[in-house]
T-cell receptor, first 114, second 115 residues
Framework: AQSVTQLDSQVPVFEEAPVELRCNYS??????LFWYVQYPNQGLQLLLK??????LVKGINGFEAEFNKSQTSFHLRKPSVHISDTAEYFC????????????FGKGTKLTVNP | SQTIHQWPATLVQPVGSPLSLECTVE??????LYWYRQAAGRGLQLLFY??????ISSEVPQNLSASRPQDRQFILSSKKLLLSDSGFYLC??????????????FGQGTRLTVV
């Protein structure tokens, strides 16, 4: 079975600063990896996904993530954040060719301060 | 284009009352469908998923149930609500043919408060 650990429940940063949101996963098989964003009282929106190929994945709103198989990590980064990036971010994993389940981490609340 | 509808947006129900939340998807066929619950500080918990009509997989034993009476309809139910059932419920769909290598699309959620 897969599992996801998001190491930080809350991350406060100042506007225009860089940010990294950490995600580690556990799985006995190869995986697909996702980052979603949730604005208050809304559903989730996909930021980016890793399926195969290049380990550096670029997504919407200037976010990117790097898949590191040896460290079983998929950390999300943005070089310069805006106030509008304030939201909750979820890392998720599914197994390749196996169960149809999509398993989420507990989320990281990113707060961008002026 | 595909759309997902989930209602109601908010719901306040007394303890012991029944529950029915409905989710429908348009613009696709044979989707995989999911119910998640989001409680404060606990992230997204997968409750049920379905890969076809009448096929329901339960992830967490509890007093909730799910049904899929039609290809693009997914219903979450309870006969008697508990206080612990309060939370934000999200329905999602993903392509059945591409599996979860494709994007999962989420509804806007239902905020359930059991009083």
């Amino acid at each position: 079975a897969q599992s996801v650990t998001q190491l930080d429940s809350q991350v406060p940063v100042f506007e225009e600063a860089p940010v990294e949101l950490r995600c580690n996963y556990s799985s006995s098989v190869s995986v697909y990896l996702f980052w979603y964003v949730q604005y208050p009282n809304q559903g989730l929106q996909l930021l980016l996904k890793y399926l195969s190929g290049s380990t550096l994945v670029k997504g919407i709103n200037g976010f990117e993530a790097e898949f590191n198989k040896s460290q079983t990590s998929f950390h999300l980064r943005k070089p310069s954040v805006h106030i509008s990036d304030t939201a909750e971010y979820f890392c998720a994993v599914s197994s390749q060719g196996g169960s149809e389940k999509l398993v989420f981490g507990k989320g990281t609340k990113l707060t961008v301060n002026p | 284009s595909q759309t997902i509808h989930q209602w109601p947006a908010t719901l306040v129900q007394p303890v012991g009352s029944p529950l029915s939340l409905e989710c429908t998807v348009e613009g696709t066929s044979n989707p995989n469908l999911y119910w998640y619950r989001q409680a404060a500080g606990r992230g997204l918990q997968l409750l049920f998923y379905s890969v076809g009509i009448g096929q329901i997989s339960s992830e967490v034993p509890q007093n909730l149930s799910a049904s899929r009476p039609q290809d693009r309809q997914f219903i979450l139910s309870s006969k008697k609500l508990l206080l612990s059932d309060s939370g934000f419920y999200l329905c999602a769909w993903a392509s059945g043919t591409g599996g979860l290598g494709t994007e999962a699309f989420f509804g806007q959620g239902t905020r359930l408060t059991v009083v």
